[in-house]
Nanobody, 128 residues
Framework: QVQLVESGGGLVQAGGSLRLSCTASGRAFTSYVMGWFRQTPGKEREFVAGISWTGISTKYGDSVKDRFTINRDNLKNMVYLQMNSLKPEDTAVYYC?????????????????????WGQGTQVTVSS
């Protein structure tokens, strides 16, 4: 198992930036594909970004492409989400997820159902 804790959320004005962090503990971090998702009340959890176990391969949701960047530090057991040019519609609770795959491929998991482990979430609010 892996335990995940997100941090870095907060209130920011439109056009601003935030950097979210996710700290993982437990089993070998490099066994997991990592992802960021977000959710607003009454809506399904939405894929934001994902990264392969090596950090080489990434994938982004259409609404955040060219504004958000995901990366990971396998020595520190951390994954990050750099969010730039934030918009009010980016307001949501952001969740870090882990998909156990092992070190077998550069697969990036874009679907909620693929993730067995989640953090508690961190609120991001973007004011207009």
């Amino acid at each position: 198992q892996v335990q995940l804790v997100e941090s870095g959320g907060g209130l920011v004005q439109a056009g601003g930036s935030l950097r979210l962090s996710c700290t993982a503990s437990g089993r070998a971090f490099t066994s997991y594909v990592m992802g960021w998702f977000r959710q607003t009340p009454g809506k399904e959890r939405e894929f934001v970004a994902g990264i392969s176990w090596t950090g080489i391969s990434t994938k982004y949701g259409d609404s955040v492409k060219d504004r958000f960047t995901i990366n990971r530090d396998n020595l520190k057991n951390m994954v990050y989400l750099q969010m730039n040019s934030l918009k009010p519609e980016d307001t949501a609770v952001y969740y870090c997820g882990a998909h156990e795959l092992g070190q077998v491929s550069e697969y990036v998991a874009p679907y909620v159902y693929e993730y067995a482990y989640w953090g508690q979430g961190t609120q991001v609010t973007v004011s207009s």
